[in-house]
Nanobody, 115 residues
Framework: QVQVMESGGGLVQAGGSLRLSCAAS????????MDWHRQAPGKEREFVAR???????YYTNSVKRRFSISTDNTENMMYLQMNSLEPEDTAAYYC?????????WGQGTQVTVSS
């Protein structure tokens, strides 16, 4: 059974940076989908960024040019580098992977951006 676990969240001032990590229990080269989502209080979970097995990246418009998704295949890690953080980025951030058609979510890591 695949497991993923996020880390790296915290409290940061507006304009600051954080790097989120997602550790996988199996080789990430076996994943067909790897992405980050977030959920703010009272709102639905939303897509943030995706990286394909080929290395193509996709971002929701609100984080383009501020966030960067990447992976380290040797460490079975996925990252989300978040720069120029805004209070609107406050949310619980989740990594999601698909392996053999099965979707696995992490438990989330909280990011709070103060103004």
């Amino acid at each position: 059974q695949v497991q993923v676990m996020e880390s790296g969240g915290g409290l940061v001032q507006a304009g600051g940076s954080l790097r989120l990590s997602c550790a996988a229990s199996v080789s990430i080269s076996s994943f067909s989908v790897m992405d980050w989502h977030r959920q703010a209080p009272g709102k639905e979970r939303e897509f943030v960024a995706r990286i394909t097995p080929g290395g193509d990246t996709y971002y929701t418009n609100s984080v383009k040019r501020r966030f960067s998704i990447s992976t380290d295949n040797t460490e079975n890690m996925m990252y989300l580098q978040m720069n120029s953080l805004e209070p609107e980025d406050t949310a619980a951030y989740y990594c999601r992977v698909v392996h053999g058609g099965v979707v696995t979510w992490g438990q989330g890591t909280q990011v709070t951006v103060s103004s």
